[in-house]
């Protein structure tokens, strides 16, 4: 009996080393890469979260956050979509990974529209009178 007891332990400790596997996370603009090992039911989000924080607690530059949220997991071998943050990270299929922080569309604003448009406007007019303004110098 204790024997069985024996058996049927290692075996669930096989099935969770099984599970287990360990990734690469290149994050843009840091000089490597970031190995952890994680669960293949592993949300993505919480693998972006574990990267976030080994990413800080090893003080790398840039300093990137720790909101996941505002971040994309994209497989590097397989098409160029991100990651769904619900998913479970086995379900990729891949072990290498790239963290980019989203890109933050700035919002258009009454100003700010004005802005460029008086920026348009001033820049052909510019260009306008400084051709006009051209003089030949003569010896």
């Known amino acids: 009996m204790l024997l069985q007891k024996q058996k049927k332990k290692n075996e669930e400790n096989h099935n969770l080393k099984k ?7 290149n994050v843009l603009g840091s000089s490597g ?5 994680v669960n293949d039911s592993d949300r993505v989000a919480v693998v972006i979260d574990s990267a976030l924080k080994l990413f800080a607690r090893e003080g790398r530059l840039p300093v990137l956050g720790s909101n996941v949220i505002d971040f994309l997991l994209y497989p590097t071998n397989v098409g160029s979509e991100a990651l769904n943050q619900s998913e479970a990270i ?50």
């Open 90 to 139: 086995g379900s990729s299929g891949g072990r290498n990974f790239v963290l980019c922080k989203k890109q933050s569309k700035p919002q258009m604003t009454e100003a700010r529209s004005e802005m460029i448009t008086r920026k348009r406007n001033s820049s052909w007019k510019a260009w306008l009178n400084k051709s006009f303004n051209l003089k030949i110098l003569s010896h």
């Open 33 to 37: 890469p970031i190995k952890f090992v």
């Open 19 to 25: 599970n287990r596997f360990l990734i690469t996370v």
